[in-house]
């Protein structure tokens, strides 16, 4: 039976992890499942919870360290230590822990992997471990996704375009559909707010916006207020480097023009 392998951070995530993890299990009946997880200190049991459980499925393995990280360096550390262990012709994908995963987008995988796909990337970074080697991921908290799927393009991949919805990807309803409810769910009050700006932040960095006002306009609110923050990040995230991929284009639409 073949290995997929599977990674992501988590982080406070107890209240849906479980389904998280057991909406993946009917892949195990053609695959066994490789999980490496970084836990980014979670307060709510979930690293006890992982750690009491990895014996739980069968035919799922699981990898698990505890790291103080951000999304996109969290996913790096969980990447690294697959590569260590799997056979370069092997699969592996991402996945997020706040998100239970239905059967079209399982068919998905199985479909993808069983055809072998080469020089291509799918949803979740889904790809033969190989060509993970040398496109990494960026210590960014949001847009990392963006900014690494714009690098495999600019690096010669294939990028299938099948939206997330396309495939019932789903994110658990108790967290809501927003950008917004999810973070909500990680840091309250002052913490939030400050969450907020530097995903801002990370966002000009990770879809690297060729100007301003491009960068703005990704707001759904426009106010006095909201045109200082923005002018904020959009100025600290050129002070920290951003990871731009084409001089005339944003890294979202750079990779699907195609």
């Known amino acids: 039976m073949k290995t997929l392998y599977v990674y992501g951070t988590v982080y406070n995530n107890r209240d ?17 499942l490789y999980f490496s997880i970084i836990d980014n200190f979670s307060s709510d049991g979930t690293y006890q ?4 459980n990895s014996n739980k499925y069968k035919n799922m393995t699981f990898n698990i ?27 592996t994908f991402y996945i997020d822990f706040d998100t239970i995963y239905l059967p079209r ?10 055809h072998k796909y080469r020089n291509k ?10 060509y993970n080697y040398k496109v990494g991921w960026k210590s960014l908290n949001y847009g990392e996704d963006v900014e690494r799927t714009a690098h495999f ?16 990807f789903a994110i658990n309803q108790d967290r809501g559909n927003s950008a917004k409810e999810r973070e909500a769910h990680y840091d309250k009050g002052l913490r939030y707010y400050i969450r907020i700006f530097f995903n801002a932040v990370d ?15 990704v707001s759904k609110i426009k106010s006095k207020s909201r045109y200082i923050i923005f002018m904020l990040a959009y100025l600290v995230a050129n002070i920290e480097g951003i990871y731009r991929y084409s001089k005339k284009e944003n890294n979202w639409d750079f990779f699907r023009r195609q």
Not at 16 to 32: C, D, H, M, R, V
């Open 16 to 32: 849906i992890i479980e389904k998280s993890i057991s909406s993946l299990y009917p892949l195990t009946k053609q695959f066994k």
């Open 65 to 91: 360290k505890q790291v103080k990280c951000n999304r996109g360096k969290g996913r790096s550390l969980a990447l690294n230590q697959i590569l260590k262990v799997a056979n370069p012709n092997s699969f």
């Open 121 to 130: 990337i799918g949803i979740g970074h889904l790809s033969l471990v190989k």
């Open 203 to 217: 966002m000009e960095r990770g879809w690297a916006f060729p100007n301003f006002h491009e960068f703005y306009n």
């Open 105 to 114: 987008y399982l068919d998905y995988i199985i479909d993808f992997v069983s």
């Open 153 to 168: 393009r600019l690096d010669g991949y294939k990028i299938d375009m099948i939206r997330h919805e396309d495939y019932s």
């Open 49 to 52: 919870w992982l750690i009491s």
